[in-house]
């Protein structure tokens, strides 16, 4: 059984580019979250996704960051226009049932370092 | 004020000694996560729990949810252990700032 994948492992853009982060979940798991490690900082949370939906995105900046997760695929977060603060190891986490509050256990994948030049 | 508070923030220790690593929170929740971040970056799920305690190896995660406060204990402390050691609470997902733990051969 796979664990959480992401693609790529690392990402770099251009400021102005677009990135595309890629998750795939377990198997079995229909919950999707995302997270942010700026540098010398402490993981944020982004957003909260369940299949074909978003459920929490009160971590997500207003502007130019998306979340998607659709009914097949992998749960893609999109950021369009790329600055340097956008620089940051992005997580993605997996859980076969809803948020860290409903006693489901989260799996981390192994994160995506973008890199804005 | 954060949502989560954990102490110490950095801790040296030599292989062998017993080590404990507090997070206070004032959110309400029903489970507390404790996480352990290796120097690669990768993030690994320790314990989940919502009361009392847990014990996986040499870890040992307690919860106390009315005074919320959780500890993480590792006995007989060894080098790969090295690692920063973070709680999360709550629905909106609220993380300490992390432990960063070196134990010392």
């Known amino acids: 059984n796979a664990g959480v994948m992401q693609n790529p492992r690392h990402l770099v853009r251009r400021r102005g580019q677009e990135a595309r982060l890629r998750c795939s979940p377990m198997?079995?798991?229909?919950?999707v979250y995302w997270y942010r490690q700026l540098p010398e900082e402490g993981l944020k949370f982004m957003v909260y996704?369940?299949?074909?939906?978003?459920?929490?995105e009160s971590g997500m900046p207003k502007e130019r960051f998306s979340a998607e997760f659709p009914k097949e695929g992998p749960s893609i977060l999109r950021i369009q226009q790329v600055v340097r603060g956008d620089s940051a190891a992005y997580f993605c986490?997996?859980?076969?049932?809803?948020?860290?509050?409903?006693?489901?256990?989260?799996?981390f994948g192994p994160g995506t370092r973008l890199t804005v030049l | 004020k954060n949502e989560v508070e954990q102490s110490p923030q950095n801790l040296t220790a030599q292989e062998g000694e017993f080590i404990t690593i507090n997070c206070s929170y004032s959110?309400?929740?029903?489970?507390l996560h404790w996480l352990q971040q290796h120097p690669g970056g990768g993030i690994v799920s320790l314990f989940m729990?919502?009361?009392g305690k847990k014990k996986h190896g040499r870890l040992i995660a307690t919860i106390n949810i009315q005074e919320k406060h959780s500890s993480l204990h590792i006995t007989a402390s060894h080098p790969r252990d090295s690692a920063v050691y973070i709680c999360?609470?709550?629905?909106?997902?609220?993380f300490g700032t992390g432990t960063s733990l070196t134990v010392i051969p």
């Open positions: 986490a997996s859980s076969r049932a809803g948020g860290i509050d409903y006693n489901n256990e989260q799996f």
């Open positions: 198997k079995g798991h229909s919950h």
């Open positions: 996704l369940q299949k074909e939906n978003i459920i929490d």
């Open positions: 959110v309400g929740i029903s489970a």
């Open positions: 729990l919502s009361s």
């Open positions: 999360a609470v709550g629905n909106q997902f609220y």
